[in-house]
């Protein structure tokens, strides 16, 4: 998953705590009217992008916005405007890209006069606001973007994968593991395309997914739990503190998957340690799950002291804050870490705390049409992001429980997904513009959100053999495969998906009855085989055909378990020693991508 980026080191060397300042600039919202006030004051607007989580935030709180002659500048020429990106996804994926803080200066027109990545000291800031007075012409750091035209062809070339597969293994750090060399954290779609090659048997490939699992469990709260944000200084052993779900329900799913794989101890022993911080943390009452929590308790005790102490002592300091939002992305994004936990521990605890996210989700956040709002009260949207999560998560619990009604969500998130659809290529991260000037006048399209698009409705068409769904992931592979041509940055996200649409996932059926104890069995066994991209159902012929019924299944008499592959279906297996060996069977019928062009 590759949902969140990552906050920004500063360079300088700051002994720092957070928590906001008690003065500081009178900071607005952002809203219709920002730019009209802007143009009527002829005043510059400036836009701190922060998060609640994010430690150099609150050190530019404390350090940067305290200082009197930033703010006597601010309150001359600028109307200064706070926004918290995780409750603004539309900002947030404009500019993720420049970490957290993120610092844009614009003209009062709406055009972009000055983006600056992570934290600024105070005279920095002092010069940059005073430059900009003198001379608002567009800075460096703004550079013209480019146009993706997309793609003829929904699938890369052999080219594109050639040279995508390139920058992918030349991100690799041989010498500690993880995918780029300073900030040490798990890349989401790296070890997912990492974990696919491994299952086929690439040797290099599963070298590398276990050095980095095996050194990001460094990352783990030895005391609460869960997953700290990165390590900086190009080390596994410094990281930042805070804990954002994102991290947290990707990294349940990797080590739960890992576990799968090479069932490992440490590997589940990993992801109970997150799923613990989850249920203990980030679970309100209601059975949803909050956003994040703190690096840091307060303005003398940052992260480095604090979790550096027992359960008790820091319980005696106090509780490092918790952002109690609740979004549906986020709780998309926590119920399929939890299915991945589900499917290798069969823990009933687990699958009843994801169905009952997702009820409260489908309860409080769901939009007419299949779709979700972000949170309680949205600026803006709806959000791409929070009915793909969604969708993912319906998906996953389809998997994990067999119940159609899950299956039934999915397309109806696939069907209101497809609404962002943008004709001129790729699909848009909003529904509606941040505003109505400048650079605001049309949604932000991500190259990570067509990314999850392709996956997720490609996924859709396998279990609905329904060729709209097959088409819109079409359409969001001809704008990657568009975009590959223009990036410099790894995509592998890019590779996962154009192989998911050429080549079927692992399809698994379990055959009986959905209250026979045997049939039950199979299914948990078929749950915990090692195979990230599967199609796992369960066809009780008392609830009729499956809802891509392209197999016809025998009626043995008794549950049996059946793996598929190009449409060709092994014996039934009764066992768990017979599906693995099946599963392996048909396994070695699938075409490798490379293969097919």
């Known amino acids: 998953m590759k949902f969140v980026r990552i906050a920004t080191v500063a360079i300088a060397a700051l002994a720092a705590s957070p928590l906001s300042a008690a003065e500081g600039p009178t900071w607005r919202n952002w809203g219709d009217d920002l730019f009209a006030r802007a143009a009527a004051e002829k005043r510059f607007v400036?836009?701190?992008?922060?998060?609640?989580?994010?430690?150099?935030?609150?050190?530019?709180?404390?350090?940067?916005y305290a200082d009197p002659e930033v703010q006597g500048l601010l309150a001359s020429k600028y109307l200064p405007v706070r926004v918290d990106q995780d409750a603004n996804p539309d900002l947030s994926n404009r500019y993720g890209d420049w970490g957290w803080p993120a610092t844009i200066v614009f003209g009062p027109d709406g055009t972009e006069i000055a983006k600056i990545r992570g934290y600024i000291e105070p005279e920095r800031m002092q010069a940059l606001l005073k430059a900009i007075i003198d001379d608002p012409s567009p800075g460096p750091s703004v550079g013209e973007a480019f146009e993706i035209k997309p793609a003829a062809s929904a699938f890369l070339s052999k080219q594109q994968r050639a040279e995508l597969t390139k920058n992918f293994d030349e991100s690799w750090d041989d010498r500690l593991g993880g995918w780029g060399e300073n900030q040490k954290y798990?890349?989401?779609?790296?070890?997912?395309?990492?974990?696919?090659?491994?299952?086929?048997?690439?040797?290099?490939?599963?070298?590398?997914?276990?050095?980095?699992?095996?050194?990001?469990?460094?990352l783990i709260d030895p005391v609460w739990g869960g997953v700290f944000q990165y390590s900086e200084a190009g080390s596994w052993s410094k990281p930042h503190f805070e804990k954002i779900m994102s991290f947290q329900a990707q990294y349940l799913r990797q080590y739960s998957q890992a576990y799968a794989l090479w069932k490992d101890q440490k590997y589940l022993a990993a992801a109970r340690d997150i799923e613990r911080n989850l249920a203990s943390f980030l679970l309100n009452s209601d059975g949803a799950f909050y956003v994040s929590q703190d690096a840091d308790l307060d303005h003398d005790t940052d992260g480095h002291t604090y979790y550096a102490l027992s359960d008790g002592d820091r319980r005696k300091l106090g509780m490092p804050r918790i952002d109690s939002n609740l979004y549906a992305r986020e709780n998309g994004w926590a119920i399929s870490g939890l299915a991945a936990y589900y499917d290798v521990t069969n823990d009933p605890r687990i699958l009843a705390m994801a169905e009952r996210a997702a009820k409260w989700a489908i309860d409080n956040r769901s939009l007419p049409g299949g779709g979700f709002r972000h949170g309680e009260r949205d600026?803006?949207?709806?959000?791409?992001?929070?009915?793909?999560?969604?969708?993912?998560?319906?998906?996953?619990?389809?998997?994990?429980?067999?119940?159609?009604?899950?299956?039934?969500?999915?397309?109806?998130?696939?069907?209101?997904?497809?609404?962002?659809?943008?004709?001129?290529?790729?699909?848009?991260?909003?529904?509606t513009s941040e505003g109505k000037t400048g650079v605001f006048a049309k949604p932000a399209k991500l190259t990570d959100d067509q990314i999850q698009v392709a996956r997720f409705m490609n996924l859709l068409?396998?279990?609905?053999?329904?060729?709209?769904?097959?088409?819109?992931?079409?359409?969001?592979?001809?704008?990657?495969?568009?975009?590959?041509?223009?990036?410099?940055?790894?995509?592998?996200?890019?590779?996962?998906?154009?192989?998911?649409l050429a080549v079927e996932p692992t399809h698994l059926t379990i055959v009986g009855h959905k209250d026979d104890s045997r049939a039950q069995a199979l299914h948990a066994l078929a749950r915990a085989l090692p195979a990230r991209y599967k199609r796992l159902e369960w066809l009780d012929l008392r609830e009729g055909k499956l809802p891509n019924p392209d197999v016809e299944y025998p009626d043995l008499g008794?549950?049996?378990?059946?793996?598929?592959?190009?449409?060709?279906?092994?014996?039934?297996?009764?066992?768990?020693?017979?599906?693995?060996?099946?599963?392996?069977?048909?396994?070695?019928?699938?075409?490798?991508?490379?293969?097919?062009?």
Request: glycine content about 6%; proline content about 3%.
């Open 379 to 431: 600026r803006g949207g709806p959000f791409l992001g929070d009915t793909l999560a969604m969708g993912q998560a319906f998906l996953d619990l389809y998997a994990a429980t067999g119940n159609r009604d899950w299956l039934a969500s999915a397309a109806k998130a696939g069907d209101f997904v497809a609404t962002f659809r943008d004709e001129a290529g790729g699909f848009l991260t909003s529904k």
């Open 461 to 500: 068409n396998r279990y609905y053999g329904n060729e709209a769904y097959r088409e819109q992931a079409s359409h969001a592979m001809r704008y990657l495969a568009g975009a590959s041509d223009e990036m410099a940055r790894p995509l592998p996200g890019a590779l996962l998906a154009d192989e998911e």
């Open 558 to 597: 008794e549950p049996a378990a059946f793996a598929c592959s190009n449409r060709i279906c092994s014996f039934p297996s009764f066992s768990a020693e017979e599906l693995q060996a099946n599963v392996k069977q048909m396994a070695k019928l699938k075409p490798s991508r490379a293969a097919l062009n």
């Open 46 to 64: 400036i836009l701190d992008l922060e998060a609640v989580w994010c430690h150099w935030c609150h050190v530019m709180e404390k350090t940067t």
């Open 186 to 218: 798990i890349d989401a779609d790296s070890m997912d395309l990492a974990i696919t090659r491994a299952e086929a048997g690439d040797a290099t490939a599963s070298k590398r997914a276990r050095q980095t699992l095996d050194a990001a469990i460094a």
